[in-house]
């Protein structure tokens, strides 16, 4: 996926702030953090996942779906993708 190579440092900088999110969740919990301090770090995670996604599925839809000079066949394989990837993360 020449797109995310392409942004790749951006990508990989939001997953390792998510990462950190993450690891602060785990360290309130096992610091016995209250349960509205959890739940906000939590929130702010799901916030920045989808943020990730709505960037990735985006970067999906220019590359590989509306891009000048793919084939159809090509097109409907980024579209299949997209969509499965999209009825996975709403789950």
Same mark, same amino acid.
């Given at each position: 996926?020449?797109?995310?190579?392409? !942004? %790749? +440092?951006?990508?990989?900088?939001?997953?390792?702030? *998510?990462?950190?999110? /993450? &690891?602060? *969740? $785990?360290?309130? *919990?096992? !610091? $016995?953090?209250?349960?509205?301090? *959890?739940?906000?770090? /939590?929130?702010?995670?799901?916030?920045? /996942?989808?943020?990730?996604? +709505?960037?990735? /599925?985006?970067?999906?839809?220019?590359?590989?779906?509306? &891009?000048?000079?793919?084939? +159809? &066949?090509? %097109?409907?394989?980024?579209? $299949?993708?997209?969509?499965? &990837?999209?009825?996975?993360?709403? %789950?």
């Amino acid at each position: 996926m020449a797109h995310t190579v392409a !942004n %790749r +440092d951006q990508l990989l900088a939001r997953t390792r702030r *998510i990462a950190g999110q /993450v &690891a602060a *969740i $785990e360290r309130a *919990i096992a !610091n $016995e953090a209250g349960c509205a301090a *959890i739940l906000h770090q /939590v929130a702010g995670v799901r916030g920045a /996942v989808a943020g990730l996604m +709505d960037e990735l /599925v985006a970067d999906h839809l220019q590359s590989h779906v509306v &891009a000048p000079g793919l084939s +159809d &066949a090509e %097109r409907a394989q980024g579209g $299949e993708d997209l969509l499965a &990837a999209i009825r996975r993360y709403a %789950r």
